[in-house]
């Protein structure tokens, strides 16, 4: 019976691909379509819907049912047999189909003559673009091999229609990748952009799913495979240096590789008619469609790897994909479903802005945004679906939207809102070297915060004071496996001559939450955020601390070392990192290093607890930087990774502005100097608040510098806090209204 079947699919295809060949509207198209497919599985109807928007499907073809329900006959993703098909990616076979469960009788369609229903999803790389339908007057249960042959036919419509090959009149027959689309999404990084999309995980287009030799075919197919079995082994003998359960995820990988229920599922596929790279596809679509029903999260692991083997045998059969050799056009906007540190830095700074499908705010790709200047979007929904390489396309950072093909009167709106805030960049350039002074003559330090080399140019183009901070995870999130001693005294080294002589606040490691080593066993955390990470992690690895603590010295070299500790929530973490600083200087001094001429040892204070601790922490610490980010989210307990959340609660709410208040307050009584850093630090009317409170020294990105700088020398503090306390007074919520008013008064 499966010779039969076989036999049938390939003549089935072999008579669609002259049809498809043919001249012809792509109504006639699918016309021809519904008819084959009809005669050859002995069917009274065979119907094509394809989708109409993202909830809709619309018939578009048909034979057998009322020809005058084309284009009319219109039902929601989930309603009836049909409808249920494409909600959940699945096959239907029905004997009795207007007896079962979730049948919706359509009158207009005459189809209360047909008693049996097969349905099968029209589908690619996971994504349900309509359904095929087929129906018989008699009751019949149709066999898994019709179920099979159905299933192909809907993969070759499905790749024909990524080709543009069934244009016509409407909504559900518009050309792919034509329309205008805005995606809504959430803002990772102001500014704004005008460019060319340049996909990260370029689409592979399938321009041949039909095949007419196949033992040609299965020779290619296994060739690949060969090819990619070799690629996976020398992945697995890089991982030799990882952790064991590192180890154990590669040797799965290698046995999918090596699965022989996989290939024999490919070369079944083969033998219905399709081309290798189609029946590599059609397998990649079944297995996207199981991880959308897999609850199991290892399940849905193993599922993903499958999905990346097969996406990496499709780059080795079809020859498309990016190489990292390649070229980044001008003006691109990298669009990705996601993207990790080490991936984003290989473009270069040379991309114009990114917008992912996923990704967070407090992401190391985030981080790398900021520090290039460029806007970021995250939670662009399916634009890696409708994007293609050259697309035009904006990208507003500031609202979180993206727009796709846009028309003419939008580009026109939208470079008027660049050319606006280019101008803006000309009046912060003309004070870059003047100090930030109010009109009343408050003196506010205002440096940057860096993570790669590439940020240190910024320091002089900004106006900046020094580094406030300096990220080193980086280095360390780069790289497969543990970064020697001395790469990072070297780097740490270039670091101090990049400043110039400036102040540099090194920051050592802060890892766990969102940031995890890849050769570092993960920790399986609820809530990793609240969990084992920064601080926690170096008192707990003291080697891989102590590693970085000398490399800080020896990069010092005579020169004056500032180190701080991250996410000190208690006076006995400081000081307990702080006794091992002093241990690891005798011991360098002991071994004949040159000692850094002085030392300055800080925390970041990210917990609220540690604005409460006793008065000897205060005393020890010889400077604090409040960490923006993660204070504000434990004060209001408050994801920032959670868009449902983290925009909540403003940062000018009176009571995280009193706590800063009361933060500044005790560290004058100590006179221990503090500084705010984090996004907030780089928002003007932020930073005016803050200083207003007490603050006079701010850590921001370069680009934040600028304006900054030009909000507090046309500002008269005194008259600023003023209005805050009025505000504050008055039992408002938030001083942003009260602030925004005033400053709009002045001009």
């Known amino acids: 019976m499966a010779q039969k079947s076989g036999v049938t699919s390939r003549t ?76 959940q990616a699945e096959p239907i076979n029905a004997k009795d189909a207007p007896n079962t469960k979730g049948f919706r009788y359509m009158p207009e369609t005459g189809e209360e003559l047909f008693s049996s229903l097969l349905g099968v999803p029209i589908q690619r790389l996971g994504e349900v673009l309509g359904v095929l339908v087929v129906q018989s007057k008699e009751p019949r249960e149709y066999t898994s091999d019709d179920i099979y042959a159905l299933e192909v036919v809907a993969m ?22 034509q329309r205008a689309h805005l995606f809504k999404g959430g803002s990772a990084q102001e500014g704004a952009a005008i ?61 999918f590789a090596n699965s022989r229920g996989w290939v024999s599922r490919l070369e079944g596929s083969i033998d219905s008619g399709l081309s290798a790279e189609a029946a590599v596809e059609k397998e990649q679509s079944a297995t996207r469609a199981r991880m959308s029903r897999v609850p199991d999260p290892y399940l849905r692991e193993r599922l993903h790897d499958l999905d990346d083997l097969s996406n990496r045998l499709l780059r080795l059969l079809t020859g498309q994909g990016r190489s990292a050799t390649d070229a980044v056009p001008e003006n ?23 917008v992912l499908e996923h990704g967070s705010v407090g992401s190391h790709a985030a981080i790398i945004a900021r520090a290039w200047a460029i806007p970021m979007v995250i939670h662009a929904e399916n634009i890696t679906r409708e994007a293609l390489t050259g697309d035009e396309i904006l990208v507003d950072g500031d609202q979180g939207v993206v727009h796709l093909r846009a028309d003419e009167t939008v580009v026109a709106a939208f470079k008027d809102k660049v050319a606006m805030l280019t ?102 955390e609820p809530n990793p955020a609240m969990g084992w990470r920064a601080i926690r992690v170096g008192l707990d690895k003291k080697g ?111 009571s995280f502005l009193t706590f800063i208040e009361q933060i500044a307050a005790r560290c004058d009584l100590f006179e221990t100097p503090v ?8 928002r003007p009317v932020e930073a005016l608040c803050f200083v207003a409170m007490g603050l006079r020294n701010l850590s921001m990105r370069p680009a934040s510098v600028g304006p900054v700088k030009h909000m507090l ?22 001083v942003r209204g009260a602030l925004m008013k005033w400053l709009n008064g002045q001009g």
Request: proline share 4%; hydrophobic share 40%.
């Open 12 to 87: 089935l295809l072999q008579r669609l691909r002259d049809t498809l060949a043919e001249d012809g509207a792509g109504q006639e198209r699918l016309d021809h379509i519904t008819q084959l497919v009809a005669q050859s599985m002995e069917t009274e109807v065979c119907s094509i819907y394809l989708r109409r928007d993202r909830q809709t499907l619309e018939l578009c073809a048909t034979e057998g049912l009322n020809p005058e329900a084309v284009h009319q006959t219109r039902m929601r993703v989930g309603e009836g047999l049909v409808g249920r098909v494409a909600k």
């Open 156 to 177: 070759v419509i499905a790749e024909m229609k990524e080709l543009g090959a069934f244009t016509g009149e409407g909504e559900a027959m518009t050309a792919p990748h």
């Open 195 to 255: 460019g060319v999309v340049l996909l990260h995980d370029p689409k592979i287009v399938i321009t041949n799913p039909i095949a007419d030799d196949p033992d040609i075919e299965k020779s290619r197919l296994n060739e690949a495979i060969d090819l990619l079995r070799l690629n996976v082994d020398d992945l697995l003998n890089a991982s030799k240096s990882a952790d064991k359960e590192q180890q154990e995820v590669m040797e799965a990988y290698r046995m």
């Open 332 to 354: 691109a906007i990298l669009v990705a479903s996601n993207i990790g540190p080490a991936e984003l830095l290989e473009y270069g700074k040379n991309i114009k802005g990114l």
């Open 423 to 524: 101008e803006a960049q000309k009046k912060y350039i003309a004070i870059r070297d003047l100090p930030a002074v109010t009109q009343d003559g408050v003196h506010v330090g205002l440096q940057m915060n860096a993570g790669l080399m590439a940020d240190l140019p910024s320091m002089e183009s900004s106006g900046a004071e020094g580094v406030g901070l300096f990220r080193t995870e980086l280095q360390f999130l780069v790289r497969n496996s543990m970064p020697k001693r001395s790469d990072l005294a070297n780097l740490y080294a270039r670091v101090y001559n990049a400043s110039n002589g400036l102040p540099v606040n090194f920051r050592t490691l802060d890892i766990g939450s969102d940031k995890v080593l890849p050769y570092l066993q993960p920790e399986d």
């Open 544 to 654: 891989v601390m102590q590693m970085q603590l000398q490399a800080f010295i020896r990069a010092a070299n005579g020169r004056p070392l500032r180190i701080m500790f991250p996410f000190i929530a208690q006076f006995d973490e400081f000081r307990d990192a702080k006794a091992m600083l002093d241990k690891v200087l005798r011991n360098e001094e002991r071994l004949g290093h040159v000692m850094p001429s002085d030392v300055k040892v800080g925390a970041m204070l990210e917990t609220p607890s540690l604005a409460f601790a006793p008065d000897q922490f205060f005393e020890m610490c010889d400077f604090i930087s409040i960490g923006g980010n993660d204070l504000k989210q434990f004060f209001y307990a408050a994801d920032r990774e959670n868009e449902r959340v983290r925009r909540r609660y403003d940062t000018l709410n009176v």
């Open 675 to 682: 500084s705010f850093c984090g996004e907030d630090a780089g």
């Open 713 to 734: 020398r046309r500002t008269n503090l005194g008259e600023a806090r003023d209005v805050i306390n009025e505000a504050r007074a008055s039992g408002e919520q938030s």
